[in-house]
């Protein structure tokens, strides 16, 4: 969250910010809770240093009487003091965090700035083919197709009619060789992650609440999450289930003092992850694009203030790596201020694969700059070379959904119903094409 320090000094930047991403709450709202907040501080202290100074004898009746009052008055100025405090964190917590000079202003698609966008056999398109919105859709592969949905039923790789049996809408059973594309996928990727340095992590899918909210995705995103019921966990917190493993990766350093030497931290997990999908009903209810549980390899760093935007384009370069290597077209977006994500970006880029069939773009991937906004929440804080204490800056990435099967399917199918394997992944599965009944 933003530094309350901050806020006070400079609440015309601030709230021009909040105006800029379309913030609920105001500057001067915090500012007014938090002045109500310190006064009640101030009258606290006061009550507790008159009665810390009262002589050792035992008190007379006058006495007596006056404390009885003072410490009548202290527990109602303490429980004030809990309402107010609790108000003013949530207030706070809901302040977005200030915005890159970089970030388009604007409200949704057609305000998103086209930063590339790259074609196989073609390269990259030129800059006047980029734009805004869309522009860029006019330039990439065009055929006709089937929709992902339908394509993976005839090869019996995708079932929903069971899995809606089994478990209601937005589910999906992946089944056979879609199933060893997706593990091929991500064996793609962590081998160029682990020659890259990265950590491999395997990570809880269950977290406590100071997780999702140190990460922002609580409080504004907590109507995505799911709440287990927690009567048989040993100690009965609540609990949730993860939406991206970035929650359990960047808790994994709260309250942790790394050294500037170590930085920057680079790890990885792949998990299952589970979003309730709230808003979007009615959207996308076809296929595997929008469920309700999905499969993803998360990319998540930490370090220096300086190097985060270094960081961001480093993982938007593994980004562009991965679909090269797939032969998939694509482009990178760098999203507006109204719809870059949740209230932790400072910038935020999206990856979105080409459906040529679909004549769409799917987004494929978030790639975040938070600045210190996570880390002031988690508390991870890094020791510089100097003996001096700063909070570290954290950069996430989503490196592969099983969204990106759905733009395998739409690029590599063919006319005979079947499916070519992109030849980078033939040797994990051993063969070059998934075919209708095989």
Not at 11 to 20: A, L, T, Y
Not at 87 to 112: I, Q, V, Y
Not at 310 to 320: A, D, V
Request: aromatic share 8%.
């Amino acid at each position: 969250m933003l530094d309350i320090k901050f806020v006070r000094e400079h609440p015309d930047e601030v709230q021009k910010n909040i105006d800029f991403r379309g913030g609920k709450v105001t500057a001067s709202e915090v500012l007014e809770i938090d002045k109500k907040r310190r006064d009640l501080i101030v009258e606290i202290e006061a009550i507790r240093a008159k009665r810390n100074r009262r002589p050792g004898e035992k008190p007379d009746a006058v006495e007596m009487d006056e404390l009885k009052k003072q410490r009548l008055k202290l527990k109602d100025l303490e429980a004030e003091f809990a309402v107010t405090e609790k108000t003013f964190e949530d207030k706070l917590s809901r302040l977005p965090n200030m915005s890159s000079p970089d970030m388009p202003k604007g409200r949704g698609d057609a305000d998103h700035v086209e930063l590339c966008a790259w074609i196989p056999k073609t390269g990259y398109l030129s800059k006047d083919q980029l734009g805004t919105g869309f522009h860029s859709s006019q330039f990439m592969p065009q055929k006709s197709g089937k929709h992902h949905v339908d394509l993976g039923k005839e090869l019996d790789v995708i079932d929903i009619e069971q899995s809606a049996l089994v478990s209601g809408s937005r589910f999906a059973y992946i089944k056979g060789d879609l199933v060893l594309l997706q593990y091929a996928l991500f064996d793609l990727l962590k081998k160029k992650l682990l020659t890259e340095g990265f950590i491999p992590m395997s990570v809880p899918i269950l977290v406590k609440e100071r997780a999702l909210f140190g990460t922002s995705h609580f409080p504004e995103g907590r109507d995505q999450v799911y709440q287990i019921n927690t009567e048989f966990v040993e100690d009965k917190q609540p609990l949730y289930l993860v939406g991206s493993s970035e929650p359990p990766l960047f808790a994994y350093y709260m309250d942790k003092v790394l050294e500037e030497k170590n930085l920057p931290v680079k790890m990885f997990a792949v998990s299952s992850c589970f979003r309730s999908e709230v808003g979007s009903w009615g959207k996308d209810v076809r296929g595997i694009k929008r469920v309700h549980q999905f499969d993803k390899l998360e990319m998540d760093t930490l370090t220096v203030p300086e190097k985060s935007r270094e960081m961001m384009e480093y993982l938007r370069g593994i980004n562009e790596w991965f679909m090269q290597q797939l032969q998939l077209p694509y482009r990178v977006i760098n999203k507006c201020s109204g719809d870059c994500g949740y209230s932790a970006t400072f910038l935020q880029y999206d990856w979105e694969g080409w459906l040529p069939a679909q004549k769409e773009f799917i987004e494929l991937g978030t790639d975040t700059d938070a600045s210190d906004y996570q880390a002031r929440r988690l508390n991870i804080q890094c020791k510089t070379l100097d003996g001096k204490r700063k909070l570290v800056h954290t950069v996430n990435d989503t490196g592969c959904s099983t969204r990106m099967l759905i733009a395998i399917i739409d690029n590599y199918q063919n006319t005979d119903g079947s499916v070519t394997i992109p030849e980078v992944l033939r040797t994990y599965m051993g063969k070059d094409k998934i075919l209708p009944g095989i």
